[in-house]
């Protein structure tokens, strides 16, 4: 397997543009969580899916974020309208949920955000 | 409110000797705790789990302890080498799979 793949690896933009990160999960896992790393907060969990349904968006940090899953295989993350203070990596991470399981996360590359 | 503390100063240690890294929290009742290292430019690496009702967990040099009344966990790296100088991270997972994490330890092992 691929493992999870994220696009753009870096993104460089302008205040006020639209960003839109993108995340293939791997096959088969029906969880799928979304973080925000920076050197002063951390990882930070913004809104994880089960089943493609949204669970938990309490991390998410105002209106201007967004998080879609429309199918299994396929989740973006979007900020509109983008402000310096959103510069940071961006994690997309899936696993195999269900009490049987460990919950273990397997981590795509990161998706690394500049906003001048 | 609910924290999970990692120790914030670099841990440095000579290669072969014990690192020992410590992970507290408060306000949380995980169903378990996981530990993940995290090289620079990379995303975290799982390494092992230790569920609520475990209070050890070993794997090859690494071993994990957990202590429910302490709202502790420690994670140990025996023997160790260069090759293991990188950040770790601790997680707690609650309910339906929430995972948070910790701010992570930076360990450098010396050769």
């Known amino acids: 397997d691929a493992g999870v793949i994220q696009s753009p690896r870096h993104e460089v933009t302008e205040m006020g543009q639209e960003v839109t990160l993108r995340c293939k999960p791997i096959?088969?896992?029906?969880?799928l969580f979304w973080y925000r790393q920076t050197m002063m907060r951390g990882l930070e969990l913004l809104i994880y899916?089960?089943?493609?349904?949204?669970?938990?968006d309490s991390g998410m940090p105002e209106d201007r974020f967004s998080a879609k899953m429309p199918n299994a295989s396929f989740s973006t993350l979007k900020i509109q309208p983008s402000e310096p203070r959103d510069s940071a990596v961006y994690f997309c991470?899936?696993?195999?949920?269900?009490?049987?399981?460990?919950?273990?996360?397997?981590f795509g590359e990161g998706s690394r955000l500049t906003v001048l | 409110s609910q924290k999970i503390e990692q120790n914030s100063e670099a841990l440095n240690i000579q290669e072969g000797k014990t690192a020992t890294l410590t992970c507290n929290y408060t306000?949380?009742?995980?169903?378990?705790l996981q530990w993940y290292r995290q090289d620079p430019g990379r995303g975290p690496v799982f390494l092992l789990l230790?569920?609520?009702?475990?209070k050890e967990k070993r794997k090859e040099r690494l071993k994990v302890t957990f202590d429910t009344t302490l709202k502790q966990s420690l994670f140990h790296i025996t023997a160790s080498q260069p090759a293991d100088s990188a950040t770790y991270l601790c997680?707690?997972?609650?309910?339906?799979?929430?995972?948070?994490f910790g701010a992570g330890t930076r360990l450098f092992v010396k050769a």
């Open positions: 230790i569920r609520e009702n475990e």
């Open positions: 899916f089960n089943n493609n349904v949204p669970i938990d």
């Open positions: 096959s088969g896992h029906n969880s």
């Open positions: 997680a707690l997972v609650t309910g339906g799979f929430k995972t948070i």
């Open positions: 306000n949380y009742s995980p169903a378990y």
């Open positions: 991470a899936s696993s195999l949920g269900g009490t049987a399981n460990t919950g273990e996360l397997f």
